[in-house]
């Protein structure tokens, strides 16, 4: 399996930003994809996920609210709408895929994109 992440960039506080990933290989209704972040100098911590087959979402508290992940089965394609955006979303945000069901731990995904820097001025 192989996930592109794109979408990020430099936003001030407020504004919005809808990061994309498209996987390809082999991907199961069965998959979980997730969004996960990694501020300088922080642990990895999970954003969002959603299940492939039923489209059940699941969010971090820090962004509940605010940010909306959503998929496109079709395309293989899974979206992270951030809106309301603050200066402590800043991180890298990778995309990722949990063959095992759903978790909030990272080390239990086991495909993992390359990442997209999202910084967000004050």
């Known amino acids: 399996v192989q996930l592109q992440a794109s979408g990020g960039g430099l936003v001030q506080a407020g504004g919005s930003l809808r990061l994309s990933c498209a996987a390809s290989g082999r991907i199961f209704s069965s998959h979980v994809m997730g969004w996960f972040r990694q501020a300088l100098g922080k642990e990895r911590e999970f954003v969002a996920a959603?299940?492939?087959?039923?489209?059940?979402?699941y969010y971090a508290d820090s962004v509940k609210g605010r940010f909306t992940i959503s998929r496109n089965n079709g395309e293989n394609t899974v979206y992270l709408q951030m809106n309301s955006l603050k200066p402590e979303d800043t991180a890298v945000y990778y995309c990722?895929?949990?063959?095992?069901?759903?978790?909030?731990?990272?080390?239990?995904?086991?495909?993992w994109g390359q990442g997209t820097l999202v910084t967000v001025s004050s």
């Open positions: 990722a895929i949990s063959r095992t069901g759903l978790a909030y731990d990272w080390s239990k995904y086991a495909d």
């Open positions: 959603i299940r492939r087959n039923s489209g059940d979402t």
